[in-house]
């Protein structure tokens, strides 16, 4: 699967033996590849010797990220990113690592001396242990 450019962003057996499969792809995922992946799946598995529900989807982009590698697949796309305390910080994704993520936020702000506000960009650095929650920001333009 990772040749292919896929990674599994969760796994789960229920004690029903459901099992849930999300995966993501460095290119995206489509309903044929999860058709694929499931058949791969399926072609090691043995309904002879158990039998089991297999359900593979595509991790949403509307859901928050659980792994990693989501963070690297959107490296350049705005997100939002909620941190510990209830603080929203919406930016560019500029890196990510399992220590901190760095993104580039532009808003406008008063400054000294300025009547108007100014749009002003800064980094910011968020160590990963202060993050609830990060959502890439879907936009239509």
Known sequence: MEELGYFIVSATVSSSNNI????????????????????????????????????????????????????????????????????????????????????EITEKRKLEGKKKKQLVTEQRIVPMDQVNETKVVISFN
């Open 20 to 103: 849930r499969v999300e995966i993501d792809g460095d290119k995206g995922v489509n309903i044929n590849d999860c058709v694929e992946i499931s058949r791969l799946i399926e072609s090691n598995l043995d309904r002879e010797e158990e039998d089991f529900e297999l359900v593979v989807s595509s991790a949403g982009m509307d859901q928050p990220f659980k792994i990693l590698r989501q963070y690297q697949r959107y490296l350049g796309r705005e997100v939002e990113v909620k941190v510990k305390g209830g603080e929203k910080l919406k930016g560019k994704l500029l890196a990510a690592n399992e220590e901190q993520v760095e993104l």
